[in-house]
């Protein structure tokens, strides 16, 4: 069965600090994965997205992703947080019949000064 | 650029009326999905919709729900007997037909009191 792991569930960084959120998968097949931010009370933004291709994908707002097959892992990564990277960040793997998203569980990210 | 819209963006409610959440998804999108979120966790996957029909639904989605494309434009999603546990954030999406990329509507906030 398809899930997603996003093993943080909180992490505190200072701005101006590097940062890397952390996501494994399970798919059998090659997956679409994606990276959403939610603001508080706010809906999901999408960050970056991995199809095929370059494992290197670059997003807004600075972020940048690296798809792992061998790890199954698509971590998320920013070289400089800013205060106003400090939000939900949500992983999510999408079946290539398009029919489906699995969310992880988020990681909470808090930018202190 | 296109987007998917949603109504209301908040909705509080009795326990036990039912409730109809409105989407209207990109216009050229063919698959249409229904996600909630309860305050604090992650978004879980209700139901997905393609050809006036479902195409694939959760454990969450049982009797109580139930989805309809009423006209062309619209996505509706009824809630039948709202519980308290039915507060969430919903969230609609609908994909695109080559990609298969999600793209996700700004929620209904709904409240059962």
């Known amino acids: 069965a398809q899930s997603v792991t996003q093993p943080d569930i909180h992490i505190t960084v200072s701005e101006g600090a590097s940062l890397e959120l952390r996501c494994n998968y399970s798919y059998g097949a090659t997956p679409y994965l994606f990276w959403y931010v939610q603001s508080p009370g706010q809906g999901l933004q999408l960050l970056l997205k991995?199809?095929?291709?370059?494992?290197l994908v670059q997003g807004i707002k600075g972020f940048e992703a690296e798809f792992k097959r061998s790890q199954s892992s698509f971590n998320l990564r920013k070289p400089s947080v800013h205060w106003s990277d400090a939000a939900e960040y949500f992983c999510a793997v999408g079946t290539n019949t398009g029919n489906q998203f699995y969310f992880g569980t988020g990681t909470s990210l808090t930018v202190i000064p | 650029e296109p987007e998917v819209t949603q109504t209301p963006s908040h909705q509080v409610t009795q326990m036990g009326q039912e409730v109809i959440l409105r989407c209207v998804p990109i216009s050229n999108h063919l698959y249409f999905y229904w996600y909630r979120q309860i305050l604090g966790q992650k978004v879980e996957f209700l139901v997905s919709?393609?050809?006036?029909?479902?195409?694939?639904k959760s454990e969450i989605f049982d009797d109580q729900f139930s989805v309809e494309r009423p006209d062309g434009s619209n996505f509706t999603l009824k809630i039948r007997s709202t519980k308290l546990e039915d507060s969430a954030m919903y969230f609609c999406?609908?994909?695109?037909?080559?990609?298969?990329?999600?793209?996700f509507g700004p929620g209904t906030r709904l409240t059962v009191t």
């Open positions: 991995y199809f095929s291709g370059d494992t």
């Open positions: 999406a609908s994909s695109d037909p080559i990609t298969g990329e999600q793209y």
């Open positions: 919709f393609y050809n006036n029909e479902i195409s694939e």
